[in-house]
């Protein structure tokens, strides 16, 4: 009898892979494959702790113990650079967000009848899981989920999917309901009572028409350092402050004690507001209204930091523009920033801190760097997702 086939690794999608390329779903490094198909679990599994998963899109690895977790987040990012035949100085330990430390996440919901199902997608599919447990959630979010079940009875439309946005901010929750419909004296009174019993932050509701706030008490904040920036609906924070913070340490780290730094793709100033202290930073971001918070936040701290809505697909920073900076922050889109790094092998910067949250773009555009002449000195594997197979990372370029 043989002790059958051995996985050696977990896919980019989550499946386990033995040597010879064979894909298992469900499988985890150190459990073998019997000649029946049957999966003989090894020492990496860990007993799922939610009764969702499988089902919910949520999570994809909750049957993987911590250590090959971290393993499979450090693995793509490596993974992905060895596939560009890009070298690394160093490939550090990733680091994982905790359980229930997710302070953003983008729902669905559907009516169907009297029954309001409210959830992540279904694995690959439309169907919405209905949540009545999430280990992934901060608790004052998922807190909100049977409120929001009970809401959506009176102001969701039959058969129509509902986008239910929920984010953690310094005031308290906000909460983005879209594609609800809120006519009559009823849905209106019923939005207020639910916003005032659950002390939102802002509740704000499209019906098709675009984004119309129903309750604000004052203009919502999210902080950085002593830094309160008033953000608009929804805006794009990185979702765990764990992995915002390992992000944030790793910038801190790459850039070093340059004086003046970019911050290209900012958002709302996580890095340029993160790094400000002692120094001139200058921010470019293409929402209009994510820089337009962050050049109220930097002015009104009377910090050094210059903001430009910018472009920075079709009109990245050149390299006499690139000149002036001792260090430049990226952290683009899942497309990465192959316009902007090909600007930057023709630049004089001396450090590159690379924020991605995606392996793939961030290995293309590192492939670029370094025949441009930069190394890639270390790179932090960040699993931001936790139990999920979305992987992010920062690294540092240097010449
Ligand atoms: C991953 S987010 C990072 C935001 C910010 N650095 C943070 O950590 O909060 C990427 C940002 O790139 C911006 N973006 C996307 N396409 C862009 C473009 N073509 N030009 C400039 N900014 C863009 C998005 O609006 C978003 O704010």
Request: aromatic letters at 6%; glycine letters at 10%; charged letters at 20%.
């Amino acid at each position: 009898m043989t002790d059958g086939d051995l996985i050696e690794r977990i896919a980019a999608r989550g499946d386990g892979v033995t040597a010879d390329g064979r894909h298992v779903a469900g499988g985890v490094p150190g459990d073998r494959v019997a000649a029946d198909g049957a999966l003989i679990p090894g020492p990496n599994r860990a007993e799922p702790i939610c009764r969702h998963f499988g089902k919910c899109g949520g999570c994809q690895l909750q049957h993987v113990a911590e250590v090959a977790l971290a393993d499979f987040v450090r693995d793509r990012v490596a993974g992905a650079l060895a596939g560009q035949e890009v070298a690394c100085g160093e490939v550090r330990p990733a680091l994982l967000s905790p359980p229930q430390s997710r302070r953003r996440a983008a729902l669905s919901a559907l009516r169907a009848g009297k029954q309001i199902t409210v959830g992540f997608n279904a694995a690959q599919s439309n169907q919405i899981v209905d949540m009545r447990e999430c280990p992934l959630l901060a608790p004052d979010l998922f807190a909100l989920i049977g409120p929001i079940r009970d809401l959506l009875g009176t102001i969701a439309p039959q058969r129509r999917p509902v986008k239910v946005k929920l984010q953690m901010l310094d005031q308290g929750a906000e909460v983005v309901l879209e594609g609800v419909r809120a006519e009559g004296l009823d849905a209106v009174m019923a939005l207020q009572d639910f916003a005032g019993a659950h002390s939102l932050a802002r509740l704000a509701i499209d019906q098709g028409d675009g984004l119309e706030t129903i309750w604000q008490p004052e203009p919502p904040t999210v902080r950085f350092g002593d830094i309160a920036v008033e953000v608009p609906p929804f805006a794009f924070l990185q979702a765990t402050a764990a992995g915002q913070a390992a992000l944030v340490d790793a910038a801190r780290e790459a850039i070093g004690d340059a004086p003046a730094v970019a911050d290209l793709f900012a958002g709302v100033g996580t890095f340029a507001l993160s790094v400000q202290a002692g120094r001139k930073v200058y921010a470019a971001e293409g929402a209009r209204d994510a820089i337009a918070a962050l050049t109220g936040a930097a002015n009104r701290a009377r910090t050094l930091v210059a903001t430009e809505h910018r472009d920075l697909f079709r009109r990245p920073l050149v390299p006499a523009e690139l000149g002036r900076f001792g260090a430049v922050i990226l952290d683009p889109p899942r497309a990465g920033a192959e316009e902007q790094v090909k600007q930057l092998t023709a630049s004089a910067v001396p450090a590159i801190a690379y924020v991605s949250c995606n392996p793939a773009s961030f290995a293309r555009d590192a492939k670029l760097l370094v025949a441009g002449g930069y190394r890639l000195d270390w790179v932090r594997p960040v699993g931001q997702f936790r139990w999920s197979t979305h992987v992010e990372l920062a690294g540092r370029f240097s010449r």
